[in-house]
T-cell receptor, first 114, second 114 residues
């Protein structure tokens, strides 16, 4: 079956530090890949996505590249801000799966200190 | 426009009681999903509705859980004879089916079974 393995947290960084959160997946076929973010007290929001190999998703300074050869979709940001503190979830959706349900990783808690 | 809404935002119930959780998807979205977010299990798929098709119930953890979607819009998730392990945040999401995998999440209902 489909699965997502995500870098365990929590991750604590200082403002303006470089961020990487690792994500690898196992899936049949060619899944779409996503990063969702959950800010404190809020619901899940789509941060970025990529639907085919070598696609790069980007939003709010975050980037992730769909790497089929390494089955990875690592999240990066060059300079984090305090406002980036949140829980980040890597997820996949496979067209072959009924309804394209999302399969999530465990989530990574990011805390950015001033 | 309006996003996905869920009610109640918080629900505390006694073990053995039944509960109903409600989801109002984004207008025009034909696909609706329920997920559960709990400490031990992360984010899990529960059930999926697409238009008038039979729902995909493969993620429901037991026969105490059921869901319906009336008129292709509002959905209700019902948990009968609640147990303490049912305590979690229940998330609803909706999406346009055609050509889109983006799921938009509601704020969730936090269920606590005492």
């Amino acid at each position: 079956g489909n699965s997502v393995t995500q870098m365990e947290g929590p991750v604590t960084l200082s403002e303006e530090a470089f961020l990487t959160i690792n994500c690898t997946y196992t899936a049949t076929g060619y899944p779409s890949l996503f990063w969702y973010v959950q800010y404190p007290g809020e619901g899940l929001q789509l941060l970025l996505k990529a639907t085919k190999a070598d696609d790069k998703g980007s939003n709010k300074g975050f980037e992730a590249t769909y790497r089929k050869e390494t089955t990875s979709f690592h999240l990066e940001k060059g300079s984090v801000q305090v406002s980036d503190s949140a829980v980040y979830f890597c997820a996949l959706s496979a067209q072959e799966t009924s309804g394209s349900r999302l399969t999530f990783g465990e989530g990574t808690q990011l805390t950015v200190n001033p | 426009g309006a996003g996905v809404s869920q009610s109640p935002s918080n629900k505390v119930t006694e073990k053995g009681k039944d509960v109903e959780l409600r989801c109002d998807p984004i207008s025009g979205h034909t696909a609706l999903y329920w997920y559960r977010q709990s400490l031990g299990q992360g984010l899990e798929f529960l059930i999926y509705f697409q238009g008038n098709s039979a729902p995909d119930k493969s993620g429901l953890p037991s026969d105490r859980f059921s869901a319906e979607r009336t008129g292709g819009s509002v959905s209700t998730l019902t948990i009968q004879r609640t147990q303490q392990e049912d305590s979690a945040v229940y998330l609803c999401a909706s999406s346009l089916w055609q050509g889109s995998y983006e799921q938009y999440f509601g704020p969730g209902t936090r269920l606590t079974v005492t």
